[in-house]
């Protein structure tokens, strides 16, 4: 009997100590350190084709530092953005707050995410998102944009009508002959005006900032004839002699002749010579063994665009030129595209409508696929030029160096508030965007060279560069010259780098 006494109470003390065990187990259990993360750790919108087509595969950046969440490629121009449900990720978060400020404090209004994630959410409002960590303390605010063009992206889009400038010889002169070229980090403007010759120059196109020189020849010059190689400037005389300046003011004689001059490439000059009744390949200064040769039948002897030089990323010592349209020796309009390599000319695959005078030069184009993913294309494009029944507006892509031509898409037609023109220069001058917003923007002469199709990305404001297009001039459908320079860009690449 007294050995059960004790077998009770042995057991009584094991079930209390293995209580007390068990009490400081779950005391360590529920013991643990509250969240401080206010992370997002994904953002996109929910589908809804009644708004946008593939409207959830839209791309958002999340910028925790800075706290922003934004989409860098905008939606279309027109998008309804004001009742749009988003699918939000956190970390494990106590609370999430969307706010939309209207501007009115009897308007805005606030969505507890967490309890009702499904309600729309006004974009077009200043919308916030507040997170709080699980330790109710820690707290991040996040400022989400849907962005949505305000213009339409892939257009090509010029001044207004209130925005075009003159000619650097001023307003109300009337213009016998213009060219304009750029040489050395400048742009060179040569102006005719009552047998008058005066050369402008300016690193900016578009700030009335021009030097002006007038020119005292001893020739009689054809201002329509300059161009520009790396090292010099050229112009012909009326009578066809060939002079040399390395500063637009003082020229000598070459001691050659042409009868007209086509383009540069490198620091070679390219022209037509006339000889003894055959029009030949000539060119200045002369390779050494170099002779001139008889031009096809189908070259353009006079009239073609301007010739443009581009490299290509596989062999950046052999640029190619090409040049598009002019007037064969039979005093028949082409359409043609010619190329040029150092060596030998060749006619290229593509055409447009046979002109004269067209306006060619390098410059991008956009695709966006149907889930809104742009690709860029570095492509050359041909505006206007004199056609068989006048002077034409019409617009030609080519985004594999002049072997095919096609329309163009309206987005990239001309204004009607810019005549149709022939024989105007073109140039395509790069705007420094950071600087551009100040009262001295830089600029630069835009490189031309061929890139492969790719993702489009924003640049910061510091060296993002806007390619402005500028027309300068241009003869109307009488033959008078255009008092005028226009500036024109493709949409998106006007835009400032987001955010």
């Not at 409002?125 to 991040?140: C, D, F, P, R």
């Not at 309009?333 to 390098?362: R, V």
Request: hydrophobic share 35%; proline share 6%; charged share 15%.
């Amino acid at each position: 009997m007294k050995t059960q006494k004790i077998y009770f109470f042995l057991c009584i003390a094991a079930l209390f100590l293995s209580g007390i065990s068990c009490n400081s187990t779950d005391e360590e259990e529920i013991t643990y350190t509250l969240s401080e993360s206010v992370r997002v750790t994904s953002f996109s919108l929910a589908a809804n084709d009644s708004v946008l087509a593939h409207l959830d595969t839209i791309f958002f950046t999340i910028d925790l530092n800075g706290g922003q969440i934004y989409n860098a490629d905008s939606l279309p121009k027109g998008t309804d953005v004001s009742a749009l449900i988003a699918n939000i990720s956190f970390d494990n978060v106590a609370q999430a707050k969307i706010i939309m400020d209207r501007g009115d404090a009897t308007k805005n209004d606030t969505i507890d995410y967490l309890a009702t994630p499904t309600d729309s959410i006004d974009f077009t409002s200043k919308v916030s998102l507040v997170v709080t960590a699980q330790n109710g303390v820690t707290e991040k605010w996040y400022s989400v944009k849907v962005n949505v063009h305000q213009i339409d992206p892939d257009s090509l889009y010029w001044n207004t009508p209130f925005g075009m400038r003159t000619l650097p010889c001023g307003p109300g002169t009337t213009v016998t002959a213009q060219k304009a070229v750029y040489f050395k980090e400048k742009v060179y403007s040569f102006i005719e005006v009552n047998s008058t010759y005066t050369v402008y120059t300016t690193d900016n196109p578009y700030a009335d900032n021009w030097t002006t020189q007038e020119l005292n020849l001893p020739f009689t010059p054809n201002v329509k004839s300059v161009q520009a190689t790396t090292d010099a400037l050229y112009m012909l005389s009326q009578t066809g002699e060939l002079y040399r300046s390395e500063d637009g003011t003082n020229w000598t004689s070459t001691g050659q002749s042409f009868y007209s001059l086509v383009g540069s490439w490198k620091s070679r000059l390219l022209g037509v010579v006339l000889d003894n009744g055959t029009y030949k390949h000539d060119c200045y200064p002369r390779p050494e063994g170099f002779t001139p040769y008889p031009v096809p039948a189908n070259f353009p002897i006079t009239g073609s665009s301007q010739m443009v030089t581009f490299v290509s990323e596989y062999d950046l010592d052999s640029p190619q030129s090409i040049m598009i349209g002019g007037r064969t020796a039979s005093n028949k309009l082409t359409g043609a595209t010619w190329g040029y390599d150092g060596e030998a000319w060749a006619q290229l695959g593509g055409a447009i409508t046979p002109c004269e005078g067209a306006l060619l030069f390098p410059y991008f184009t956009f695709t966006t696929s149907a889930y809104w993913i742009t690709t860029r294309y570095t492509s050359w494009i041909a505006i206007g030029g004199r056609e068989s029944g006048g002077v034409s507006d019409s617009v030609y892509v080519s985004i594999n160096n002049g072997n095919t031509w096609s329309k163009a898409p309206d987005l990239l037609a001309m204004p009607s508030y810019i005549a149709p023109r022939a024989f105007a220069s073109v140039l395509v001058v790069e705007a420094d965007f950071a600087a551009s917003q100040k009262s001295s923007p830089l600029w630069r002469f835009m490189p031309v060279r061929p890139m492969p199709a790719m993702a489009v990305t924003r640049a910061t404001n510091d060296d993002y560069k806007i390619p402005y297009i500028y027309i300068f001039g241009g003869e109307s459908d009488a033959g008078t010259t255009y008092n005028q320079i226009w500036r024109g860009a493709i949409g998106r690449l006007r835009y400032p780098p987001i955010p």
